[in-house]
Each structure stands twice: as structure tokens, then as C-alpha cells.
């Protein structure tokens, strides 16, 4: 039973060595990274397959019983969790074999990309706060190392806000436990759910709660936290930047989630009014951000900072349904969110630019681009049948049923803004004709690259596609992690009680 | 000890967010170098400040005879000092890079991955000229 929780941990890590030590030899390097890919993912799954039967699982690593040793959890969040970063992890795995140049592969691209896999699923399965923090920071330092890699002039001024930015938030982070640690005596996630109840002074546990919201806001991007996100994400490579889209920021609310469920709970009126205004501030600015916006990167970065705002509300709502809606918005999310990224990158190699103006033409001259495209376009602004039609529906019934019409009126006239980006991403790079001039002359890719590159493509969106028509099943496992979320008599008793 | 210490936080949290509120990187770097402190002082200080003695069981006995130092903070400390530690080197470095390839340390003048500024606007204007001339 441990191993399962160790594993997800293990398998990157060990990857990232064996990348580290094979620099050199660059076939067997991408094998073995794509193989750790897919190793992680199957643990994922066989863990989402566990706790699916057997409830939470802990494991107290060394022996040492409950709040005072360091606890592995995966409840059914956690699990789902994994599974979606071996998914999104293979599939980009796969993508940067031809996307990274050999350059930034031989300078350690793969090492960083695992140490960065370990970082999030350590961030997923941790059941102690403090852990929580050196997981970010290995998450963080990971991410720094592939947003500067090959050195270029915007990287570096991309990197120069990144890091400024995530060092603030870091250190918000660590204040945020030394004052929880003097308050409640103890970091352990699920011991705190206790503890917190006993403390008499419930204005300063809101006190500590605010620091947390804006350590893990800055993370998570939102409202008014969230600059450092479209200043950075469009300088990397694409493989880099997709899962930086998919993954970086969701770690961030998922953190939010975890804690303002399973630890402040004790005055929803403030901390939860206050995440439902940063959540609708969070859809609008995003949008309309991304609405001024003429590079494909920027566009996409813009919304990721939209579609944050919505995995917010179902958090701020903290209704069933909202809780719900939020974790299903959390797996459509990025599944969705890295396939736009890695479609982007493959715009920009058929059509030799980012940049709207630039493009045009690509319909008629590879039209399965274009299909494909329009799968996660459609998805993110949610038309059905697609993942995001659902994701949107449930949050905004949520909405609609605790009377909160005027975020639910935002949350759809956000969906209406995100069709307007994504059609202006189709009409540019695709209807239009190539526009005449100095463009940018690229070799035209070759057909194995292409097909390398598409396949991951493909699989995303077919996840996307299969998420939106066959939805019963994922609204069931999203209900049953809303569940554990909201009871965590569970949770509890797994990591304090028989869990030794 | 204890409201001493608090007023020393107090302190280095006011100078360090000065510092970081800076334009200029290595400002900016020092004030991290300052908060960094700050917040370990700060674990410090809400861990709880005994004059006991280290958590050391003599030989012999399942567990120490008098109080010991809650020895907690301290482990979260030395590990913060060591991530902070990290973080710092990679900050610094990039700083550098920075200066070397962007030609300056004013965060506000670091726009090669910013879009192009629209050249009618009044305030910009100057400044895109003087990039030039850096350049």
C-alpha cells in the first residue's frame, strides 16, 4: 500500500537522474524521459484504482505516527490529480522530443522537466503543510530552470518577473506556517482540521487564512496577483510553456482548494465572500486581457488567468455542486489548456509565426490542424459536447442555485469573451488568406516530426471529446472527490487514525 | 525576549518591503535577502522562546528529564534557510544575466518580452528611444 504513494514521487525523480546521467546520448535521453512519463502515469491510475476502492490511503514515511512524522495522502482529488499530470506529463513528454531543440535537450530540458513531475505530485500527495512548501519550492526551482534554459533575451526578461513575483509568494507562504505553527501547535494537514477548532481567537486564523489566499493566489494567478503570468509564459519553448499552462497555476488552486476546505472553514462568510469577488475580478480581467492581445501565446496566457477565476467560484460557492463543478473544471482544464499550447507551437511551425498578423491560410492548407484546433477552442468557451460545456454548466447551476445571479451572469458573458479570443485565433491564423509581405520564411516541417508532434495532440483532444460525451462517469468520480472534500472525517481518520 | 524580537521582525519586514517595492533588481534582491530573514525570525518567535535546554535524552532514560526547546521551529528554519539559500543563488545569477543581456536593472525598462509599445503614446516614447540608443 505505501509504495503507491511513493511511487508517484519515485518514478520522476528517479527519471530525472537517469536523464541527468545519460545527457549525452540524446535517443536513449527522450526514451527514457517518455517511458518515465509513462511509468507515472500508470502508478497514477493504479493509485486512482486504490483509492477508488479502498477510500484515503496514507502512509506515515519512517515510521513515525501521525502529526509528528511526514505523512503521504492521496484522497480521491489527490489521485485524480496524478493521474491528469502523468497524462498531461506524457503527452508533452512526448511533444518536446521534436519541439525542444537539441541544444536545450542536452543542457538537462528532461531532468528539469521530471524534477518539475516530482514538485507537483509531491504538492498533490503531501498531507503536511510545511511539506507542502519544500515541494513548491521544488516545483519552483525546477520551473525556473526551464523558463531561462537556452538563455534567450526575452526569456530572461520573462524570468526576471517570474522569479521576482513567486519569491514574494514563497515567503507569504513560509509566514503564513510559522504563524499557523504558533497558533495551532501542529502542521499536519488533517491534525489541523482538529486543532483549528480549539483555537479561541477565530480573527486571527482569518488573519492567517488571507496570507495563505494571497501566497497560493499568486501561485494559482488570480486577481490581482496574476501579472507575472502572461509576462512569463510565452518566452520558453512550447513544450515548456503547455505544461507551465497546465500544471504550475492548477497546483495553486488545488492548494487553495485543499486548505480552505479541510482548514478554514471557520468563517466561510469572509474568506469565501472574498474568494468569490477575486474569482469574478479573476474571469473578467483575464478575458478581456487576453481580448488586447494579438501573439497566440499571450491570447492563451490570458485565459488561463480567465479560467482560474472559475475553478475559484466553485471553491468560493463551497457548495457540493460547486465543489463539483470545480474539480471537473480542474481536469477539463488542463487537459485542455496544454493541447491549445502545443497546437499553438504547431501554428507556428506550419505557419511560421505567432503573431496573428502574421498567419493566415492555415484552413486550406492543412485543414486537420484546424479540426483539431477547434476542439479545446470550443471546449475552453464552452460548447457542447465538449468538456467545457459541462464544466461551465455545472458551476453556473451551482450558481444559480445559492442565488449568486450576478456571478453566474459573469461567469457566462466570460464564456461569451472566451468565444471571442478563440474566434479571432480561427479567423487569423486560419481563415484568412497567408497575408503577402516579408513574413518569416521557415523549412517547412518534415512528415515525422509532424506526426510526432500531432499524436500528442490527437490524444488530448480525444480525452477532451471523450470527457464531453461520455460526462456521466466524470461528473460521478468529481461528486465523490466534492464529498471527500466537504466530509473529511475520512481524510482524517486515514492520516491520524489506524494509518501507522 | 519575545516583544523585542517581534519589533526586530517588524523592522526587517518594513525595510525589505521597502527594498522589494524598488525598481531597480538589486534592491529588489536585497529586500529578499532581508524578508527571507525576517520570516525565519518570525517562525522563531511564534514556535515559542524557552530558556530550556536542547532536546537531548540522557542516556539511560526514555525521555529527557526537564523541559526542552521545542525543536520543531528550528528544523523548519534551517530547512527554509537552505531553500532560501537556493532560491537567492538562482536570483542573483539571473540578476546578473539580466544586466548583461538587457543592458540594465531597472525592472520597468525590461520589455524584450513585452509586446511593442504604441509609439503615439506621449509617456512611452522617450524611453523607447533611449532603448534604442542602449541598444
Not at chain 1, 441 to 447: D, G, Q, T
Amino acid at each position: 500500500m505505501s509504495w503507491l504513494l511513493v511511487l508517484p514521487l519515485l518514478v520522476p525523480l528517479g527519471t530525472a537522474a537517469l536523464t541527468f546521467l545519460l545527457r549525452r546520448a540524446r535517443a536513449v535521453v527522450w526514451t527514457t524521459s517518455v517511458g518515465g512519463a509513462a511509468a507515472l502515469l500508470a502508478c497514477g491510475v493504479v493509485l486512482l484504482v486504490t483509492v477508488w476502492s479502498a477510500g484515503v490511503v496514507a502512509v506515515q514515511l519512517g515510521d513515525w505516527p501521525a502529526p509528528f512524522g511526514i505523512t503521504l495522502v492521496a484522497d480521491r482529488l489527490s489521485a485524480i490529480m496524478v493521474v491528469i499530470v502523468g497524462i498531461t506529463g506524457l503527452c508533452v513528454a512526448v511533444y518536446a522530443v521534436v519541439d525542444v531543440d537539441a541544444d536545450r535537450q542536452r543542457l538537462g530540458f528532461h531532468t528539469l522537466f521530471h524534477v518539475l513531475l516530482t514538485g507537483i505530485c509531491g504538492a498533490f500527495l503531501t498531507g503536511d503543510l510545511f511539506n507542502l512548501y519544500v515541494w513548491f519550492e521544488v516545483m519552483l526551482i525546477a520551473s525556473f530552470g526551464l523558463l531561462v534554459l537556452g538563455g534567450e533575451r526575452s526569456q530572461i526578461d520573462g524570468a526576471v518577473k517570474y522569479v521576482a513575483i513567486n519569491l514574494v509568494s514563497t515567503v507569504t507562504f513560509l509566514i503564513a506556517v510559522g504563524l499557523l505553527y504558533g497558533i495551532t501547535g501542529t502542521l499536519n494537514l488533517a491534525d489541523l482540521h482538529l486543532r483549528v477548532r480549539e483555537v479561541a481567537d477565530p480573527g486571527l486564523l482569518s488573519a492567517v487564512a488571507v496570507l495563505f489566499m494571497i501566497a497560493f493566489g499568486i501561485k494559482a494567478a488570480v486577481f490581482p496577483l496574476f501579472f507575472w503570468l502572461p509576462a512569463s509564459y510565452h518566452t520558453p519553448p512550447v513544450a515548456v510553456a503547455a505544461i507551465f499552462a497546465a500544471l504550475l497555476t492548477k497546483v495553486g488552486v488545488y492548494a487553495l482548494i485543499r486548505v480552505f476546505t479541510l482548514i478554514f472553514t471557520q468563517d466561510v462568510g469572509y474568506t469565501h465572500t472574498l474568494l468569490l469577488v477575486v474569482a469574478a475580478l479573476t474571469m473578467v480581467t483575464g478575458v478581456l486581457g487576453a481580448a488586447a492581445q494579438s501573439d497566440i501565446r499571450r491570447i492563451l496566457s490570458f485565459h488561463i488567468v480567465s479560467q482560474i477565476g472559475y475553478m475559484v467560484l466553485g471553491l468560493a460557492l463551497f457548495t457540493p455542486l460547486g465543489l463539483i463543478g470545480a474539480v471537473f473544471y480542474l481536469v477539463h482544464h488542463i487537459i485542455v489548456k496544454a493541447n491549445l499550447f502545443l497546437i499553438g507551437g504547431l501554428v507556428r511551425r506550419t505557419g511560421g509565426s505567432f503573431e496573428l498578423a502574421r498567419l493566415g491560410g492555415l484552413y486550406s492548407e492543412r485543414p486537420w490542424l484546424a479540426i483539431l484546433f477547434l476542439i479545446p477552442a470550443l471546449s475552453l468557451a464552452g460548447f457542447p459536447p465538449l468538456s467545457g460545456f459541462w464544466a461551465k454548466l455545472l458551476l453556473i447551476k451551482a450558481s444559480l442555485e445559492v442565488e449568486h445571479y450576478l456571478i453566474a451572469a459573469v461567469a457566462l458573458v466570460v464564456g461569451l469573451l472566451t468565444v471571442y479570443s478563440m474566434t479571432k485565433i480561427w479567423i487569423a491564423a486560419f481563415w484568412k488568406p497567408r497575408p503577402a509581405g516579408p513574413g518569416v520564411p521557415i523549412a517547412a516541417p518534415s512528415r515525422r516530426d509532424l506526426t510526432v508532434l500531432a499524436v500528442p495532440v490527437v490524444a488530448m483532444a480525444s480525452v477532451t471529446v471523450i470527457i464531453g460525451v461520455w460526462a456521466e462517469p466524470f461528473v460521478e468520480i468529481a461528486t465523490l472527490a466534492a464529498a471527500d472534500l466537504l466530509d473529511p472525517a475520512a481524510y482524517v481518520s486515514a492520516v491520524l487514525g489506524g494509518g501507522s | 525576549v519575545a516583544p523585542v524580537l517581534a519589533l526586530v521582525v517588524g523592522l526587517l519586514f518594513g525595510a525589505a518591503v521597502y527594498l522589494m517595492l524598488s525598481r531597480n533588481l538589486v534592491r529588489y534582491l536585497l529586500g529578499l535577502v532581508l524578508i527571507s530573514s525576517a520570516a525565519n525570525l518570525l517562525i522563531f518567535c511564534a514556535g515559542g522562546l524557552t530558556r530550556a535546554v536542547p532536546a537531548i535524552v540522557p542516556p539511560g532514560l526514555a525521555a529527557p528529564a526537564e523541559p526542552v526547546a521545542n525543536a520543531l521551529p528550528q528544523a523548519l528554519i534551517l530547512t527554509a534557510i537552505v531553500i532560501s539559500f537556493g532560491l537567492l543563488a538562482f536570483a542573483l545569477v539571473l540578476a546578473y544575466r539580466a544586466y548583461e543581456d538587457l543592458g540594465t536593472v531597472d525592472t520597468d525598462r525590461m520589455r524584450a518580452a513585452e509586446p511593442p509599445l504604441h509609439e503615439s503614446a506621449d509617456d512611452v516614447v522617450p524611453r523607447s528611444e533611449a532603448e534604442r540608443a542602449a541598444a
